[in-house]
């Protein structure tokens, strides 16, 4: 018997309120409708900011919700006025979507899609279809979906502009990581601060995330790679990937800008910041050179105050710039990104590092609140618990 146009029931890791540990429920996953797709998630990867929205002083965050957004899987079934995809086909969600008709999309300058609504909290947007309702449901009550993708998920629905194709030989245990942190540390460079040959990079944040910009920053040629975490385990691969200089900020004596300043004369030409934080952000800015410098933020933080910047700091050459989703228009980057990988053209093996049943997500997210989390993390789900990769 065939599950199109029925009600699928399956497992999903349901966050009901803040501040307290997943659970895992049995859900009801409805059909598609109007140009949506239900998916068959086969990997997917834990990131800070599913973590953010359980975080008590995250605004915008509702509940009971589904998280996960750095996935890949199987299409099972697609809605009325669905084109671009047939059951069978491997796809990766994204929470950046790409409706290619909004004057967001039209622009080669963004990678924004009008179909967001909030742009000053994009994490609380998406959390249900573009009908007003939701495809999940646990227990009788109505589950929010998350950014558009809900990959927590045994089965889960999407939109079909949050959805890119894959080639049917795709690798999804490993692919899944270009649904955020792959392709938004690597982007960040390629794409944002273009970081040009015999550059200078300072990267602060070691996680999936940075050690992504580490590759991008190879990639671009630069001369000088220079990794900042406070977990000094972290170097090794670091330096596998292409950092050039390794700093651990609890061994030096003064603070980590100065350092890099002098030991770059004046400061580097690229700064990415992959954490999140005033006090990181103010880091990253001081770090790079007046005159030309660029400063990308990626990582954010949640209660952070902000970051407070002179108009004299930015007069005097510098700029300060940030980045979603590492620029990447993803209905059209990703399948390239994906083929990139197959090529052996980047590196994404290198972001796995842990393994976990599916049962055991509330450990991984324990694991990377403790910092030991390396890079990303894997959930398989075909049709059953898996396993969650970190």
């Avoid at 406070?230 to 670091?238: L, M």
């Amino acid at each position: 018997m065939g599950t199109k146009g029925k009600i699928i029931k399956c497992k999903a890791a349901i966050a009901w309120e803040a501040n307290k540990p997943l659970s895992i429920e049995e859900v009801e996953v409805a059909p598609p409708k109007d140009h949506e797709v239900r998916i068959q998630i086969i990997a997917t990867a834990l990131c800070h900011s599913d973590a953010h929205i359980l975080h008590p002083q995250f605004e915008g965050g509702v509940f009971p919700v589904i998280l996960g957004h750095e996935a890949a899987g199987i299409v099972e079934s697609i809605g009325p006025g669905v084109t671009n995809f047939k059951p069978g086909d491997k796809v990766i969600p994204l929470y950046a979507p790409q409706c290619g008709k909004c004057k967001f999309c039209l622009s080669p300058r963004t990678n924004f899609c009008g179909k967001l609504k909030h742009f000053k909290n994009p994490m609380g947007d998406q959390k249900l279809m573009e009908d007003g309702t939701s495809r999940f449901t646990c227990k009788g009550k109505p589950i929010y979906h998350f950014m558009g993708t809900s990959t927590f998920s045994q089965y889960t629905v999407v939109s079909d502009v949050n959805l890119a194709k894959l080639e049917d030989d795709a690798n999804l245990e490993r692919v899944c990581l270009l649904g955020c942190a792959f392709s938004t540390g690597y982007g960040a460079v390629i794409n944002n601060a273009k970081v040009t040959p015999g550059s200078t990079c300072a990267i602060f944040g070691l996680g999936g995330v940075g050690l992504s910009a580490v590759m991008g920053c190879k990639a671009s040629g630069a001369s000088r790679i220079i990794v900042v975490d406070i977990n000094s385990e972290k170097f090794t691969k670091a330096k596998a990937l292409g950092a050039t200089d390794c700093l651990n900020p609890k061994d030096l004596d003064k603070p980590i800008q100065e350092v890099i300043v002098e030991m770059t004369n004046g400061g580097v030409d690229f700064a990415f910041e992959c954490v999140g934080g005033a006090k990181i952000m103010r880091a990253a800015l001081d770090s790079v050179t007046v005159g030309w410098g660029v400063c990308t933020i990626i990582g954010v933080n949640v209660g952070d105050n902000g970051l407070n910047v002179s108009a004299m700091e930015l007069l005097m050459g510098r700029t300060l710039t940030g980045t979603s989703f590492g620029g990447w228009k993803g209905v059209t980057s990703v399948p390239k990104l994906a083929a990139d990988y197959k090529n052996k053209k980047l590196d994404l093996d290198a972001l796995v590092t842990h393994t976990l049943p599916f049962d055991k997500v509330n450990e991984a997210f324990d694991l990377m609140y403790q910092g030991k989390r390396l890079s990303s993390a894997r959930l398989q789900l075909p049709g059953r618990l898996g396993s969650l990769f970190l």
